[in-house]
């Protein structure tokens, strides 16, 4: 499966884009990334 393009929202405001599988997975490489609570998920729309 092709990999997605999720936007990973945090407590403080940051936000990541991350190309991921899926969404659980995104979220991990996201906290591999940044310190902090994340908020949400979301597929980015048009992009998978």
Not at 2 to 25: C, M, N, P, Q
């Amino acid at each position: 499966m092709a990999d997605t393009l999720f936007r990973v929202h945090f407590e403080d405001g940051t936000k990541l884009d991350i190309t991921a599988s899926d969404a659980a997975a995104a979220g991990k490489r996201a906290g591999d990334q940044h310190d902090g609570i994340i908020k949400k998920v979301k597929r980015v729309k048009g992009n998978g």
